[in-house]
C-alpha cells in the first residue's frame, strides 16, 4: 500500500484533507534542510527583543560566526510575524508553515530552537540561551562526530 493511501484515513479522521496537508508540508522551509543543515529558528514578538540582539550580536563576532557556519547551521528568524532565512525574507505561507512545523507562536514568548540534520528539534530555550552550550551541544551529536 503505497504510503499515502495509509495516510488518507488517517487524515480523513482528524479532518485534513490530503492535498492541504501536502501543501502545508511543501511550504515547510525545515523540510529542504534536512540532511543538509542544521537550522536554529528564532522567533520573537518584536524587534528590539532581548533573544534576537543576543544572537545577532554574538554572530556579528568572527569566532561565533565561523563556529556557525563550520557547524553547517543556518539561521532562521520571525519578528513579528515575519520570517527570514538568513535575512532573506519568507513569504508568509512559509512563515506560517514553520512556525506550525515547530508548534511556535509569532507573537508568544522570545524561543530559541536548534533543529538537527534529521530535522527532529534538538533544543529549545529561551532569552537566556548560550550559543556556546549550543555548539557543544552539536557537537555531541552523532552526524557531527563523524
Known sequence: ?????????????????LPLAAAAAERNPLLAERW???P???????????LLRKVESALRQTATREAFVDREMVLY?????????NAQPL????????????????AGPPTFVLVGKDG???????????LQAVFAEIDRMPMRRR
Open 1 to 17: 500500500m503505497p504510503f499515502t493511501n495509509f495516510l488518507k484515513p488517517t487524515l480523513a479522521a482528524l479532518g485534513v484533507a
Open 36 to 38: 543538509k543543515t542544521r
Open 40 to 50: 536554529v529558528v528564532v522567533v520573537v514578538p518584536a524587534e528590539g527583543d532581548a
Open 77 to 85: 528568524t520571525v519578528v513579528a510575524g515575519q520570517g527570514r532565512r
Open 91 to 106: 513569504d508568509a505561507p512559509r512563515t506560517r508553515a514553520l512556525l506550525a512545523a515547530l508548534k511556535l507562536d509569532a
Open 120 to 130: 527532529g528539534v534538538k533544543m529549545t530555550e529561551g532569552p537566556d540561551v548560550d
